[in-house]
């Protein structure tokens, strides 16, 4: 079956512009997980939805960062005013539940902001 | 301040010898264990977890040991092989929120 997809794959802007990634889970996975990866870090956590609700946003780095979720599927990350260092790798995740479910990645979509 | 550690960025192991993934925490507070192994360009795929109440868990070739009373993990994989190279983390969570927190990862290398 489908994995998870993301979308794009790779973006390229322009320092201040808005970026808008997706993310299509696992049809049937009620979790859904963001993270990012900078250059020669490990994953950063970001977010956690359980159905369309994300009761922690603490995780996001700073209040240009806006995450959201409709229909128990789809998750849009949006990164207003991109500064060069959001730059990573922006992984999504999706899972029947929380804890010791497993983790289902996307293959990621690479941000450069110039 | 970093609540899970793999201090080895990278190791090299044998073919066919036993490879030893070390992982520390900080945070008591942790219910579940998790590791993952990312290839170049691909998303993180899971490998193996453990709850907190036990102190091993086995998956074929894969083990995770948990010592709480020294907040270390380790996975083992006998015998590796050449598939295994890749990066490796471990990630720690907690049922009291929603956080998943992950360690800077382990460079696996298999030698021929």
């Known amino acids: 079956g489908a994995g998870v997809s993301q979308s794009p794959s790779n973006k390229v802007t322009e320092k201040g512009k808005d970026v808008e990634l997706r993310c299509d889970p696992i049809s049937g996975h009620t979790a859904l997980y963001w993270y990012r990866q900078s250059l020669g870090q490990g994953l950063e956590f970001l977010i956690y939805?359980?159905?369309?609700?994300?009761?922690?946003k603490s995780g996001l780095p700073s209040d240009r960062f806006s995450a959201e979720r409709t229909g128990g599927s789809v998750s849009t990350l949006t990164i207003q005013r991109t500064q060069q260092e959001d730059s990573a790798v922006y992984l999504c995740?999706?899972?029947?539940?929380?804890?010791?479910?497993?983790?289902?990645f996307g293959p990621g979509t690479r941000l450069t902001v110039t | 301040d970093q609540q899970v550690k793999q201090n080895s960025p990278s190791l090299s192991v044998q073919e066919g010898r036993i490879s030893i993934l070390n992982c520390d925490y900080t945070n008591s507070m942790f219910d579940y264990f998790l590791w993952y192994k990312k290839y170049p360009a691909e998303g993180p795929t899971f490998l193996i977890s453990i709850s907190s109440i036990k102190d091993k868990n086995e998956d074929g070739r894969f083990t995770v040991f948990l010592n709480k009373s020294a907040k270390h993990l380790s996975l083992h994989i006998v015998p590796s092989q050449p598939g295994d190279s890749a990066v490796y983390f471990c990630?720690?969570?907690?049922?009291?929120?929603?956080?998943?927190?992950f360690g800077k990862g382990t460079r696996l290398h298999i030698l021929p």
């Open positions: 995740a999706s899972s029947l539940g929380r804890g010791l479910y497993e983790q289902y």
């Open positions: 990630a720690a969570g907690g049922n009291r929120d929603d956080k998943i927190i």
């Open positions: 939805f359980q159905g369309n609700s994300a009761p922690d």
